[in-house]
T-cell receptor
Framework: AQKITQTQPGMFVQEKEAVTLDCTYD???????LFWYKQPSSGEMIFLIY??????QNATEGRYSLNFQKARKSANLVISASQLGDSAMYFC????????????FGKGTMLLVSP | DSGVTQTPKHLITATGQRVTLRCSPR?????VYWYQQSLDQGLQFLIH???????AKGNILERFSAQQFPDLHSELNLSSLELGDSALYFC?????????????FGPGTRLTVL
């Protein structure tokens, strides 16, 4: 079974609007971390936000927030006030305690922001 | 700029050849991870080194090997290259292995096997 599932291959959003990128995960490890990375067309992987499995509050970093629903095993990324520079591939990833801190990535969602 | 450097940025070679990819982690980071990103397999973890010792192996082929040197830089060696090895190879580094462990990615090495 897939450990990280991103069901949206592509998403379109207009500038200044909010967008939610979906991510569901599968683990039996009680301690894990969830990450979102952005990969622009230039190729580098840029860390956006982190949520720990024991964190009580949803993580936020500027315009990025993580909608963490533990019972549903979902960790959706919310980008508020989209900008043209947000157009990129977005990857959800999980680190399990048993996995020696390696990251398991989803297949990604391509986000296109239009003017 | 993540502080992780990778060389070369691009590499074009032929089937059957051997190449070495190099990674320098962020200053102070002890862990180095290698990932492969290809169109069909996505982003896959290859191998993890911590302070010179191998800590975990992922989907790394036997034709591939890696090491981390005393100065903490790492090299990924790919031999008997096949067309399917064409991919973007990332190195990432982090301070430690446990707990909150943000991994900082390098710019990647794009390998093309002809």
């Amino acid at each position: 079974a897939q450990k990280i599932t991103q069901t949206q291959p592509g998403m379109f959003v207009q500038e200044k609007e909010a967008v939610t990128l979906d991510c569901t995960y599968d683990t039996s490890d009680p301690s894990y971390g969830l990450f979102w990375y952005k990969q622009p067309s230039s190729g580098e992987m840029i860390f956006l936000i982190y949520q720990g499995s024991y964190d009580q509050q949803n993580a936020t970093e500027g315009r990025y927030s993580l909608n963490f629903q533990k019972a549903r095993k979902s960790a959706n990324l919310v980008i508020s006030a989209s900008q043209l520079g947000d157009s990129a591939m977005y990857f959800c990833a999980m680190r399990e305690t048993r996995g020696y801190s390696t990251l398991t990535f989803g297949k990604g969602t391509m986000l296109l922001v239009s003017p | 700029d993540s502080g992780v450097t990778q060389t070369p940025k691009h590499l074009i070679t032929a089937t059957g050849q051997r190449v070495t990819l190099r990674c320098s982690p962020r200053s102070g980071d002890l862990s180095v991870y290698w990932y492969q990103q290809s169109l069909d397999q996505g982003l896959q973890f290859l191998i993890h080194y911590y302070n010179g010792e191998e800590r975990a192996k992922g989907n790394i082929l036997e034709r591939f090997s890696a090491q981390q040197f005393p100065d903490l830089h790492s090299e990924l060696n790919l031999s008997s290259l096949e067309l399917g090895d064409s991919a973007l190879y990332f190195c990432a580094s982090s301070l430690q292995t446990g707990g909150y462990n943000e991994q900082f990615f390098g710019p990647g090495t794009r390998l093309t096997v002809l």
